[in-house]
C-alpha cells in the first residue's frame, strides 16, 4: 500500500496561516489530478481543494479566496496555503488523487484553529 505523506499541521489562532505540504511518488504524482481533504470530528472527509496536472484549480465554497492549492512537480508535492483560518477549519487534513483512491490515505495532519 502507498501512502501519501502530509505535514505542516498544528495549533494556530484564527485570522492566522498556516501552509500543509503532501509528496506523493512520481509515478503517482506525475499523471494525477491532486486533492486536499479534511474531516472534522463527527463529519465526513470531504474535498478542500484540488489541482489537476497542468495546474487548473478547484475550491470548496468554504475556502474560496482564503486556501490556495498549488504544486511542484520537480518535486512531486502538492501544497495546501490557508489564510484567514477559522475555527471550522479545524480538521485532519489529508491529500489524495481525484478521485480519491483508498491506498493512498495517509496519517494526515491535524490543524486546530483556537477562537
Known amino acids: 500500500q502507498v501512502q501519501l505523506v502530509e505535514s505542516g499541521g498544528g495549533l494556530v489562532q484564527a485570522g492566522g496561516s498556516l501552509r500543509l505540504s503532501c509528496t506523493a511518488p512520481?509515478?503517482?504524482?506525475?499523471?494525477?489530478?491532486m486533492g486536499w481533504y479534511r474531516q472534522a470530528p463527527g463529519k465526513q472527509r470531504g474535498l478542500v481543494a484540488g489541482i489537476a496536472s497542468g495546474g487548473n484549480t478547484v475550491y470548496a465554497d468554504s475556502v474560496k479566496g482564503r486556501f490556495t492549492i498549488s504544486r511542484d512537480n520537480a518535486k512531486n508535492t502538492v501544497y495546501l496555503q490557508m489564510n484567514i483560518l477559522k475555527p471550522e477549519d479545524t480538521a485532519v487534513y489529508y491529500c489524495n488523487t481525484i478521485p480519491e483512491r483508498v491506498k493512498y490515505w495517509g496519517q494526515g495532519t491535524q490543524v486546530t484553529v483556537s477562537s
Open positions: 512520481g509515478s503517482i504524482f506525475s499523471i494525477n489530478a
